[in-house]
């Protein structure tokens, strides 16, 4: 085996040497120097082969290996680099001749353009008619008008300006509903989208929804496929007389602008979506009026839809307003004011959300500002007479919320319960209910009275969808006994059977563990 090693040693010795001759005059004789070193290699090996041994030759085959994967390597390395190269080339030229073309189609079609208008000069010219001069379109509406929203920066919320330039607001119409409660309301809503859209809802989820509406403008709606996720808020849309506007979210959104849109350098026109055209027209109304994000956590929440969010936290509702454009100009549409546009009042969000492989997790910072509703079970049929929908303005349903919150305070009582189970859940999982969720907990449970519901249901509900909603972080595997002491404590609390959904989850969580 020492023989081994001596090879080696007067190996490298030799390799080294002839390396350095090699570089030194490899530009005059390199190949003298190659065949030369190959004799003097198999020279040494002859020299040291036979006194190899078995464990020489099992070293001597294992260097062999080495050195046919050092040279291999080597040799991938390059290829890999021409490869690149060659690529990158390759679509440089690709990339050159496409912005050719596209120049050219860009040249042939403003070539196309004016001839065409020529032509409609030369039609128009031979009927006698100056081609430069004001007319009425058949309809009665200036041609000025139109090219001026043609012509506009903002073409399709410079349409809606027009819409609504003679719009007279129903407050006062007669054929308003008046007198209605949030009670009378709900219950209405679930015999019209039974009778009128055969779509069937329990009281409960009419009530929390209501209840919802008054606490959050963002409300995201859980639950297996089928269960009527999206159904329901274009039910309310119905309702309301006011069509939803959905907006299907798509996998590649990433910030603001798949919602509001940008501006086109090449046409010089801001890409208008039809999430944008929904906000600005709910400027000008006086009802209810609803955007559906289907399938909302397809992309990231927090990416495409976090500047609301966090607008939407802000105590002054006149300080809702989303930047469209930084460019303020005297043709923008009327209702941006220096390229901003206000949220108003009467508009909700309504999100839908599976949870499965292709989906995202909503985070804590989207649910925390949100009223989240699980819809897991179909809708059971039932009896219901013909409903018509209302007529009612956002003051009127707003006026509705201030009430409950006059009438149907959360009692001390129960909110110093609820300080008992916040210092046990902190104790026992580490999680606290926050300044946000009691807020919630404030404005959800009055109205929630208010649509005929009950103070401990509504309770029940804050405290499985805004609460237990965190523990799915934590893991349960190592926290059964806790989850059992948790339900002790609620009955202890609140009464047996009190929390049902609280219960029904913590149920759950124990099964998982």
């Known amino acids: 085996m020492s023989n081994f090693f001596s090879y080696i040693r007067d190996l490298f010795t030799a390799l080294f040497r002839n390396l350095g001759d090699f570089f030194y005059t490899g530009i005059i004789k390199p190949w003298t120097f190659v065949g030369s070193d190959f004799s003097e290699y198999d020279a ?56 050719a073309q596209i120049q050219s189609l860009n040249d042939q079609l403003y070539a196309a353009v004016m001839e065409k208008n020529e032509i409609l000069k030369l039609k128009v010219g031979s009927l006698g008619i100056n081609p430069n001069s004001s007319s009425l379109n058949p309809d009665g509406t200036s041609r000025d008008e139109e090219n001026k929203v043609n012509d506009s920066m903002f073409p399709k919320l410079a349409m809606i300006d027009k819409k609504y330039q003679d719009y007279h607001p129903r407050v006062d119409s007669p054929d308003m509903d008046a007198n209605i409660s949030l009670e009378e309301l709900s219950a209405r809503f679930r015999l019209f989208a039974a009778s009128q859209l055969g779509l069937y809802y329990e009281t409960s989820m009419i009530r929390t929804v209501f209840a919802a509406l008054g606490t959050s403008r963002l409300l995201i709606l859980e639950g297996i ?43 010089k026109k801001f890409n208008e979506t039809d999430f944008l055209k929904a906000v600005y027209e709910a400027t000008y109304r006086e009802d209810n009026c609803i955007i559906i994000l289907d399938e909302m956590n397809l992309a990231r929440v927090e ?22 454009t930084n460019t303020p100009s005297a043709d923008n549409p009327r209702h941006l004011e220096n390229g901003k546009l206000l949220i108003p009042q009467n508009l909700w969000f309504f999100g839908t959300a599976n949870n499965d492989d292709s989906t995202f997790t909503i985070t804590d ?43 149907y305070p959360v009692s001390e009582v129960n909110l110093g319960r609820f300080a008992k189970l916040d210092t046990f859940v902190i104790a026992k999982f580490h999680i606290a209910f926050g300044n946000r969720i009691m807020k919630q907990l404030k404005r959800f449970v009055p109205n929630y009275v208010a649509c005929g519901g009950t103070e401990l249901e509504a309770l029940d509900f804050i405290f499985s969808s805004k609460v237990l909603k965190k523990f799915s972080a934590l893991n349960l595997a190592f926290l059964h006994e806790e989850l059992k002491q948790l339900a002790t404590e609620l009955e202890k609390l609140f009464g047996k059977n009190t929390f049902k959904l609280s219960n029904q989850v913590i149920d759950d969580f124990i099964k998982m563990s």
């Open 44 to 99: 040494i090996l002859r020299t040291y082969l036979d006194g190899f041994g078995i464990w020489g030759w099992m070293l001597f085959v294992l260097f062999l290996l080495i050195v046919v994967s050092i040279i291999g390597l080597l040799g991938y390395m390059l290829y890999l680099l021409i490869y690149r190269v060659v690529r990158i080339g390759r679509n440089d030229m690709t990339r050159s001749k496409m912005l």
């Open 225 to 267: 496929s089928g269960t009527g996720k999206t159904s329901l808020p274009y039910a309310l849309g119905k309702f309301f007389q006011n069509d939803v506007q959905i907006c299907s979210v798509q996998p590649s959104w990433r910030d603001r602008s798949e919602l509001i849109g940008y501006y086109n350098e090449f046409t």
């Open 303 to 324: 990416y495409y839809f976090a500047e609301f969010l966090s607008i939407m936290e802000m105590p002054d509702p006149s300080e809702w307003k989303v930047e469209v």
């Open 365 to 407: 910072k989207v649910y925390d500002r949100a009223m989240s509703l699980q819809l897991n079970n179909k809708g059971v049929a039932f009896d219901a007479e013909f409903t018509e929908p209302v007529a009612i303005t956002y003051n009127y349903l707003a006026q509705l919320y201030n009430e409950a919150q006059t009438n």
